[in-house]
C-alpha cells in the first residue's frame, strides 16, 4: 500500500530523459521542506492506493516510461516494490529522490535521479553522501542552483561523484524564478565543468503553477 498523491501523464521535464512523454506517480509526503519546493501539496494531500491499482491507473496511458516521485517517494517503505513490479511489467522506470534516503534499497535496473540538496534549499546537511558509490552508470544526480554559495557547492560535489563514476550525468538545474539561466550557463562554461543544463521543460510547454503537468 502507497499513498500516492496524482498520477498523470506529460511530457518529461528534467534529466536527460527530457521530451519523452511518461507516467508520473507523485508519492505522498517528505522529510524535507526546501526553501523552494513548489510541490508542497504532494507534503499532505494523497489517497492510499495498492500497488495494483496503481499499476492499473499507470497501464492506462499506454505509456512505457514511468518516473516515481513526490514530495519524497523513498520515506514510504513499499516504494521499492512499486518499482520492482514496474520494471517486472516492463516499463522503463526513473526515480526521482532528494538524496537523504538509501538508493540502494531500489532495483539498480532503476535509473536513480538523485537531488542533492544545495545550501539555499536549507537541507544540505541532510545529503546521505553514502549514495555517491552506489550511483551506477546511468543514474543522474541533479543540483537545484539558487546562488553563488550553490553553485561551488554543486561543482565541489561533482568533482567528488566523478572519482567515483564518471558516467554519471550531472545536472545543474537553477531555482524557478530565482537564479537566471544565463548566469549559471556562464560560470558552467567558464569552468569548463561536464554538467548538463536541467531546464525545467514542463514549466516551459505549460503554464508553470499548474498541477498534474
Ligand atoms: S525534497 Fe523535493 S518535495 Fe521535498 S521539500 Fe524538497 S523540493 Fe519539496
Keep these: 500500500m502507497l499513498r500516492v498523491n496524482e498520477i498523470f501523464h506529460s511530457i518529461q521535464g528534467e534529466s536527460s530523459h527530457a521530451g519523452w512523454p511518461c507516467v508520473f506517480v507523485r508519492l505522498s509526503g517528505c522529510n524535507l521542506r526546501c526553501a523552494y519546493c513548489d510541490t508542497l501539496y504532494a507534503h499532505e494531500e494523497g489517497q492510499d492506493m495498492t500497488l495494483d491499482q496503481i499499476l492499473s491507473r499507470v497501464r492506462r496511458y499506454r505509456c512505457s516510461l514511468v ?6 517517494p523513498l520515506i514510504q517503505k513499499d516504494t521499492p516494490l512499486l518499482i520492482e513490479r514496474l520494471l517486472k511489467s516492463g516499463y522503463k522506470v526513473l526515480l526521482e529522490t532528494n538524496g537523504s534516503q538509501d538508493i540502494s534499497r531500489v532495483p539498480s535496473s532503476c535509473i536513480r535521479i538523485v537531488d542533492f ?3 539555499s534549499s536549507g537541507h544540505c546537511e541532510a545529503n546521505d553522501f553514502e549514495n555517491i558509490p552506489r550511483l551506477e552508470r546511468h543514474d543522474e544526480v541533479k543540483f537545484v542552483i539558487g546562488n553563488r554559495e550553490d553553485y561551488e557547492y554543486a561543482r565541489e560535489l561533482t568533482t567528488r561523484i566523478e ?7 550531472v545536472l545543474f538545474s537553477a531555482v524557478f524564478n530565482g537564479l537566471k539561466w544565463e548566469q549559471l550557463a556562464r560560470w558552467v562554461l567558464e569552468d569548463g565543468l561536464r554538467v548538463r543544463l536541467n531546464v525545467q521543460l514542463h514549466k516551459v510547454i505549460w503554464d508553470p503553477h499548474l498541477r498534474g503537468v
Design 67 to 72: 518516473e516515481v516521485t513526490g514530495g519524497e
Design 117 to 119: 540538496k544545495c545550501p
Design 163 to 169: 572519482t567515483v563514476e564518471k558516467q554519471v550525468t
